[in-house]
């Protein structure tokens, strides 16, 4: 494998499924680009959708090294993590938040075509990538796990034919250790394999702000072994076993506010708590405690590719996968326990797709199926001992009765210290779609998909009195809402063990939640080659993302009420034009979304605890934007690439509250994590410097205009609730070194932020504090890669 001279692009080994179109590229021009957007091996610049593409040899030169880290190589994409570390994944401001382990993204993500049905399993997947392909908009038709902002797919490297090994490796800032090694090639005559391993490990980079204490240690363990076997030349089979461990800390975030649930019941020491300075090393967290992760995700997977004629094809995908997690967060940014959280829980997936793949004449056609079955368990312990609403409940609530009478005031001594919130889903889905493309003629394209899909999902869910006073809060909650005449019903005895979550007769009980959909998702496009193979292209297209049932740890039923399925309806025209004998490449696309009942998170007003979690559908909405990028190749050795994204979000139509609890009319306002402008730019030269070795300097700029992390920021900071922006940023990397002109090794310096750009990529309320979480301080390092 050799390095790319490209600024983001090389020319991709093809699927074993079919062979690589013609590479148009000349010995000094950009290379072609071939993708698998469409589940079979086709030129980027025939493929009339829009798509980014990046090689493995580009995000290693770039560092690109997690999710987080393609938001500097893929135009219009953001991303976030929850206070619980779930990722949020927004592509041109379709996303979605949630706590929850069974929460379905709006972006899906696939490794080798097989889904990564829930985002933390997507965690450590970037590493011994032959490529990454992005497909932006609605995926349905082609794509099994529906989503209403688009896919991605990492195509892992695989077994070669010949004997070949390699070690990438970057020792940085923090003591950074970051190598992944590989082995690969042929074990008999039908048979080859491939063998990767990763290990991250790395000092703490957080440090506290209020005494001498440190957080942020990095140990993490990644590895795949691949076997591809030909017994035949119509028959492959390919088997995919891939792992991942992370012992990593859990990040503590900065508190920007405190805004108590209760005012009356919220505790000086909280009231009082020194903010951290803008500095993205500064925060605090409480003291002794392991924070340390104990995570880890396995998954196997078969494809099995059988021609049964020259012109078609069965393929069959088959997966089983496992995930875990336990760990403690700090969830409030200070040293008090007001929504500190110890969680675990536990994934299991299975999924089936089985399709057939043919030509017929100037037709290409895809018809198959799906089916899915997924067991989603989620424990969390809450430690509430200084928090606003426990303090506050025991401390009484007042005159509420409609004569007077107190609601509430607990038992002399007792401590409301800890409560627990479990959930169980199980999600079962079936699926059955088609997908065509008619050459019309040489230079005109019509295609067209379809697919047709059934969910079903149970959920359970209930919050758990730990102890006596656990059990006390909740018969007392109980007869608060009795003296208010709300509930009409006896008190019910509650015991430490029993649910305590109340159920619309205000009686304990758990929470059940039940979703039957089905849908139908489609997609219709015309794509034209213009005289000067310039590709003009346009789609309509409508996805679904599936409904979701929360697992909070609710006082009432109200927080675990389902969401119902949310849809977009896409229109999307683009160009692709290779220019002056393919030393430049320009793209473009402009867009506009209608979009149904989005999914969002806010914070509803409870009478009793004050602000409580809940998943609401909005709707009413749209999006509109364009996206540009340029790739130039000016003289041989210099690459440049650009690209731009603007978007204008909306809410249309939606009354309610919002994530920091006001209720309002939010016509209007623009969606969270949806930045209006992200501007990139890279640019690398390669030169000689004697017959047996080249230098290379380059460096990439990124620019996020404000954004927010929920809407109506307005109405929070006017009424004291703080402040939900996520301000504009720019952030610079360099990059310099030396290699061989084969390719064969690399040396090089890094520096990622080299201005140090205080900057947060997500801010949240959790019980008594708004926290945000702060992006990675300068880093800077040495790279090494070489090849046997």
Known sequence: MAFSTSPLYAQDAPVSAAPPPTSEATQSGIEDIVVTAQKRAQSINNVGMSIAAISGDALIERGVSTAADLVKTVPGFAYAETALGVPIYTLRGVGFVDQSLSAGPTVSVYVDEVPLPYSFMTKGSIFDLERVEVLKGPQGTLYGQNSTGGAFNYIAAKPTNEF???????????????????????????????????TVQGGDWQKSYTRNDTLGRQEQWQGRALLDWEPTERLTVQINATGWIDKSDTIAPQVRKIDPQVPAGVISGVANYPLPPDDPR???????????????????????NYELSDDLRLVSITAYQKFSTKAFYDNDGYTYLTGDRYGTGTVKTFNQELRLEGENGPIQWILGGNYSHHKVHQLFTYYLKDASNAHGVFAGLGPIGPNGELGFIGPDGLDFATANG??????????????????????????????????????????????AAGAALSLGTQQFYANIGTKTTPVMPVSPGDCTTLDENFNPAPSFG??????????????????????????????????????????????????????????????????????????????????????????????????????????????????????????????????????????????????GGIFADY???????????????????????????????????????????????????????????????????????????????????????????????TVEKQQDAVIRYAGKPATYGIQLSTRF
């Not at 490796?169 to 970051?178: I, K, P, Q, S, V």
């Not at 309509?540 to 697992?551: F, M």
């Not at 009413?620 to 130039?632: D, H, N, T, Y």
Request: glycine fraction near 10%; charge should be neutral; aromatic fraction near 14%.
């Open 282 to 304: 500064a925060a605090d967290w409480t003291p002794d405690r392991d924070y340390a992760r104990d995570d880890w995700f396995w998954m196997t997977a078969g494809r099995i």
């Open 514 to 659: 039940r979703l039957r959909e089905d849908n139908v998702s489609w997609r219709v496009g015309l794509n034209y080659k213009t005289p000067g193979a310039t590709l003009l292209y346009a789609n309509v297209s409508r996805g679904y993302k599936a409904g979701s049932i929360p697992a909070f740890s609710a006082s009432t039923f109200t927080s675990n009420l389902p969401v119902k399925q949310e849809s977009l309806l896409a229109y999307e025209v683009g160009f692709k034009a290779p220019l002056f004998e393919h030393t430049m490449q320009i793209n473009g696309a402009a867009f506009y979304y209608d979009y149904s009942d989005k999914q969002i998170y806010v914070l509803l007003q409870d009478l009793v605890f004050g602000g409580i979690q809940q998943l609401v559908n909005i709707p009413k909405s749209r999006l509109q934007g364009a996206e540009l990028e340029l790739v130039w190749q000016p003289t041989r050795g210099l690459n440049i690439s650009a690209s731009g994204t603007y978007l204008d979000s909306k809410i249309k139509q939606y009354t309610g509250y919002n994530a």
């Open 164 to 198: 070949s090994a390699g070690v990438d490796a970057e020792y940085g800032r923090f003591n950074t250790l970051d190598a992944t090694g590989f082995v690969s090639g042929p074990l008999s005559s039908t048979l080859k394999g491939r063998l990767a391993v990763r």
């Open 422 to 467: 479990l959930s169980d889903n199980t999600i079962k889905s079936y699926a059955v779609f088609g997908n065509a493309e008619w050459e019309i003629v040489p230079s005109l394209t019509l295609q067209g998909g379809i697919r047709y899909t059934k969910t079903n999902r149970d959920g359970r869910s209930c919050a758990v009195a730990t102890d």
């Open 667 to 761: 016509s209007g306002e623009s969606f969270p994590y949806a930045a209006k402008w992200q501007l990139a730019g890279d640019a690398q030269y390669d030169f000689p410097i004697s017959s047996s070795m080249e230098a290379y300097v380059g460096g990439a700029v990124n620019y996020h205009s404000r954004t927010t992390a929920a809407f109506g920021n307005d109405l929070l900071i006017a009424g004291g609730k703080g402040n939900y922006d996520l301000n504009p940023y720019v952030l610079v990397d360099l990059r310099a070194g030396v290699k061989s002109p084969d390719g064969n090794w690399r040396v090089g310096l890094f520096g990622r932020n080299i201005f140090n750009k205080y900057y947060w990529t």
